[in-house]
């Protein structure tokens, strides 16, 4: 196993990535920002655990970075790795190296030699990089170097090749990602954000399912950059359920403000603001701003903390006073001493009570409001000392006509929905305004004040679904960077814009004209090429805007004069002008896209969207997106641009036959698939397609097919017959987690046995609507299969059967999914008797169905006492 010399040379004092510098701040055991580190001790290390060994065991993976910054828990994942039963099975030799800080590398290649008991004798010693690279030859080792750099010269150890399908591995574990960055790791990953993940989850409580766990994953993001603001969020959203509280703690975490320090200021401002909506009742919010303002030890013995409330009226008594108290903790809002019999607050959680959110409101540097229930601005008075305001999601109408404001920085106002109009003098007196967010307001224009924030660097109107048309004045906004206008209905841009010229991310959504329009004013001429210091361009257009198909080709040449881009959303209203695009950047030498998200073909608007909303979040949160729909030629067309993306929407193509007709190469960085209404296609994966390719290809690495596919998503396919067809090669769809077929009726069966051997990683089956299926798994096994596994579908938790009139068998007595958590089946009449070795899962919690088809089912073998304990009667509205 080759390791290649750092790509890049960077002093000690580099500076890390975003993500790096604030997971950063967590440390080990110590402080982490002036607080103590807290919940680490009593983390579940296991999941982590596994979560690693999962990634060492995939046989695609020869080297793996591990990074971050909690000293303690990187040091028990260390030792856990190292003493693993399942990696010693695994592998001839576990060896653990701790790279010196002087970076001696001769003194690695001794401690490998000596745990591999390897005698690096005179004689050998002369040569000992030879001698090591013998010693591992004949060896299938996992190595572990602990703390490498960026100064380390790697490549003279000289480690040798791995042998698939799991072979040698290397797991390097760094301080930063950067470093994991410059030595080329084929994964990965971070081990501060799978520990605050992990924290979250044994505070919140389970979060399985979609758009929950999406949800969580970004408040985790947001909160990364301090353990006590993950905690107070999972607590606060513990037995929530409701998907608009957790989308509205999620945007209170918005505020951005620049210095990092700041960040965790306001972070925690906002985090304990909505920890504290969350809590009971008032009488619990006055407890809680009664002991911030009156306290003034490091804590406080419980009964005095409740005495002092009884004292002021608060509570009628001591009980209410315990239980008061009791909800305090359970929130993380105290934390309760060794002895239990005294409470205090967390370090800075005082201060930013008392000087932030319960302050008298003339000194406030942070004016915060929100809720619905508030319908009227604050004071003009309370405006004026304040740097930063925030009155999100209100019922507010109106605002002060000119509020004085010399040391505002930050004004958010998004999701004021009520928020028709501001007044026209209203920015006249906000010279140091560098952020404005204005976003899902009713704001029909901008005031002609607008001008006057010389200092504007961020301003969003995205979703401001009345605008329909910006301000000629816009183009005094000489520092602004950011300027976000999706979700609008401007009908055109004014020609101004060009002198924006600091410009980094610009997003764009026009409705334009009518059809007998100039199609010019639209998008004039030159705007677009005059922002050289675009990185990230978001042009959206009305699917069915015909003025598009005459300006979409000159706009195309604009976008490639833009050196600095890196980041796009475009629509192709022809799949020819996708191929110039990638032409003209090619011959101009412009680097690949990191991220982009391509429409391309007819995108006629529909009367009814068949694809879930969810899917279609999941789909927009992929970084290369890439939808073609209404296609008419051969499949092959898309190639040219597909072998970038990881996910890819096809639908309603009129006469692809196979999903494979794409190459196998074409298909190797998808993650994301979602297949719909293509009414020709009957096979998703040909095998004699796939071996013909190979066949063709010059290399002699043969690539695997579907080998990174995580999600497939395939809906109202009317001649679907198979997912895959012929021999499957190990590795294909090994990294499938989730699989939903929707309205398939031609199929008939789902997973052929040669096929489960590979499906290691599926989490997740829904099966609707789909009258031909009999079987999950195909009953026709040749008598020359032998089973390599004791049972398959290890890691499938969930499996929705609804509407599958025929099925008569899960997986026709094969033993599957032994962690199996939910099981859900509605309308499935001739699925009388269920097996033992179907339904063996120890981890199963819930089981969903008609109450009269549970009380008739037959089992094969002795049926588990505890299953009539978790089942559930299905409601016909929890069915699509």
């Known amino acids: 196993m080759h390791i290649p010399k750092m790509r890049k040379e960077s002093s000690p004092q580099a500076t890390l990535d975003s993500t790096d510098a604030s997971i950063g701040m967590l440390g080990g055991g110590g402080k982490q920002d002036g607080r103590p580190s807290e919940g680490w001790s009593a983390i579940n290390y296991d999941s982590v655990v596994d979560h690693l060994i999962k990634s060492i065991k995939n046989p695609n993976l020869g080297k793996i970075g591990i990074y971050g910054r909690n000293e303690v828990g990187k040091a028990f994942v260390i030792e856990a790795l190292r003493e693993s039963a399942v990696l010693r099975n695994l592998f001839d030799r576990v060896i653990c190296v701790t790279v010196p800080l002087n970076c001696d590398m001769e003194k690695v290649q001794k401690e490998i030699a000596g745990q591999i008991c390897y005698d690096l004798t005179e004689a050998n010693a002369v040569d000992m990089p030879h001698s090591v690279v013998n010693a591992l030859e004949g060896l ?26 799991v072979g040698s591995k290397i797991v390097f574990v760094a301080g930063s990602g950067q470093v994991c960055d410059e030595i080329e790791v084929d994964e990965k990953i971070s081990l501060d954000y799978l520990l605050l993940w992990e924290l979250f989850c044994q505070n919140v409580g389970e979060v399985l399912y979609r758009p929950k766990k999406v949800l969580a994953e970004q408040i985790v993001r947001m909160c990364r950059s301090c ?7 999972a607590r606060a959203l513990q037995n929530v359920d409701d998907l608009l509280i957790w989308k509205r703690v999620l945007m209170s975490l918005t505020v951005r403000p620049a210095s990092h320090e700041a960040h965790i200021e306001a972070l925690m401002v906002n985090v304990l603001r909505f920890s504290i909506d969350q809590l009971e009742d008032d009488k619990t919010r006055r407890c809680l701003k009664n002991l911030a303002h009156w306290n003034n030890y490091p804590e406080i013995a419980s009964e005095s903390a409740i005495g002092l409330w009884v004292r002021d009226g608060i509570v009628d008594d001591h009980d209410e006073g315990q239980k008061v108290l009791k909800n305090l903790v359970n929130a993380n809002l105290l934390e309760v001493d060794e002895n239990g019999q005294s409470v205090k607050f967390q370090d800075q959680d005082q201060n930013i009570l008392v000087n932030l959110i319960f302050q008298p409101k003339e000194n406030r540097m942070f004016l915060m409001r929100g809720g619905l229930d508030l319908t009227e601005p604050p004071e003009v008075e309370e405006w004026e000392s304040a740097k930063e305001i925030c009155l999100m999601h209100t019922g507010i109408s109106e605002l002060p006509q000119e509020p004085r404001c010399p040391s505002l920085s930050s004004l958010y106002l998004q999701r004021n929905y009520k928020l028709r109009r501001l007044s026209s003098s209203f920015f006249n007196q906000m010279p140091a305004l560098e952020v404005l967010n204005l976003s899902r307001t009713r704001i029909r224009c901008l005031p002609e004040s607008i001008s006057q924030l010389v200092s504007l660097k961020r301003l969003f109107l995205n979703d401001c679904v009345l605008l329909r048309s910006i301000s000629p004045a816009i183009g005094r906004l000489k520092q602004l960077e950011v300027f976000d206008l999706e979700g609008t209905k401007i009908i055109n841009l004014p020609k101004e814009i060009e002198c924006l010229t600091n410009l980094t991310s610009l997003g764009i959504s026009i409705t334009g004209t009518e059809p007998s329009d100039d199609s010019k004013t639209v998008i004039p001429h030159g705007v677009i090429s005059s922002l050289l210091h675009l990185e990230e361009l978001n042009l959206d257009v009305d699917a069915d805007a015909k003025w598009w198909d005459t300006c979409a080709e000159r706009v195309v040449s604009e976008v490639c004069n833009l050196k600095r881009l890196t980041t796009i959303k475009f629509f192709f209203p022809t799949l020819e002008l996708l191929r110039q695009f990638n032409q003209l950047r090619k011959s101009m030498g412009h680097p690949s896209l990191a991220q982009f998200r391509f429409l391309v073909g007819n995108h006629a608007n529909r009367i009814m969207n068949r694809l879930p909303s969810d899917i279609e979040f999941e789909l927009e949160r992929c970084e290369r997106y890439l939808r073609y729909i209404n296609g008419d030629g051969v499949l092959t067309d898309i190639k040219d641009i597909l072998p970038q993306s990881d996910a890819l929407f096809l639908e309603r193509h009129a006469n692809a036959k196979t999903l494979s007709e794409l190459g196998i190469n074409s298909m190797e960085q998808l993650k994301w698939c979602v297949l719909g209404e293509c009414n020709e296609l009957e096979v998703l994966i040909d095998a004699s397609d796939t071996m013909h390719q190979e066949a063709m290809t010059e290399s002699h690495c043969k690539s695997i097919c579907l080998e990174s596919l995580e999600f497939l998503y395939v809906y109202y396919m009317r001649n679907l017959r198979y997912i895959w067809k012929g021999s499957v090669q190990r590795g294909c769809l090994s990294s499938l ?13 789902i997973f052929s046995y040669e096929m489960l051997n590979n499906l290691y990683n599926l989490e997740e089956v829904t099966i609707e609507d789909c009258p031909a299926i009999k079987s999950l798994i195909s009953c026709e096994t040749s008598a020359g299969e032998v089973r390599e596994m004791s049972h398959f579908l290890p890691m499938l938790k969930k499996l929705s059967l609804h509407y599958v009139p025929q099925l008569s068998s899960i ?15 509605y309308d499935c009449p001739s699925l009388k008797s269920l097996s033992t070795d179907e339904v063996s899962s120890e981890h199963l919690k819930k089981i969903r169905g008609e109450r009269s088809w549970w009380k008739d089912l037959e089992w094969r073998g002795h049926k588990p006492e505890h299953l009539d304990g978790i089942f559930a009667p299905i409601d016909t509205c929890d069915v699509p």
């Open 227 to 233: 353990s006590h603001a993950v905690i107070l969020v």
């Open 811 to 825: 997986s026709c007595g094969l033993p599957i999914a032994p962690r199996l958590e939910r099981l859900s089946f």
């Open 140 to 165: 299938k080792f996992l190595l572990i170097l602990v703390g490498i750099n960026q100064h380390m010269k790697l490549e003279t150890l000289r480690i040798p090749d791995s042998t698939p399908p």
């Open 737 to 749: 987690k989730l699989l939903t077929l929707h309205k398939c009726p031609e199929l008939t069966v």
